[in-house]
């Protein structure tokens, strides 16, 4: 079992900025990617960006130039930085890991940690 915890959220006018926090219980420098997922009231679950085991990036276009994703192996966090945020970022940000298990991999998500951005 993985357990991911993640931490960061709150209240933030627009243009503002936050730094979100993904701890792991395992060592992430085993795990096949790691990546940011957001839910607005309403709509589906979607991705913001990830990482993979070999440190390729990707964001998606929406976050592109505001949001960077980083990593800390040694203290098994990953963090996205929202920068010049907007109303339309608002939603609960969601940590997964796609971690080595068995023969294949199995899927870890951390409980969200909720981000508001006020007009």
């Known amino acids: 079992q993985v357990q991911l915890e993640e931490s960061g959220g709150g209240l933030v006018q627009a243009g503002g900025s936050l730094r979100l926090s993904c701890a792991a219980s395992?060592?992430?420098?085993?795990?096949?990617?790691m990546g940011w997922y957001r839910q607005a009231p309403g709509k589906e679950r979607e991705l913001v960006g990830g990482?993979?085991?070999?440190?390729?990036?990707n964001l998606a276009d929406s976050v592109k130039g505001r949001f960077t994703i980083s990593r800390d192996n040694n203290k098994n966090t990953l963090y996205l930085q929202m920068n010049s945020l907007k109303p339309e970022d608002t939603a609960v940000y969601y940590c997964k890991a796609d971690v080595p298990w068995g023969l294949g991999q199995m899927e870890f998500w951390g409980k969200g940690t909720l981000v508001t951005v006020s007009s």
């Open positions: 395992g060592s992430i420098h085993s795990f096949n990617a």
């Open positions: 990482v993979t085991g070999g440190g390729y990036i």
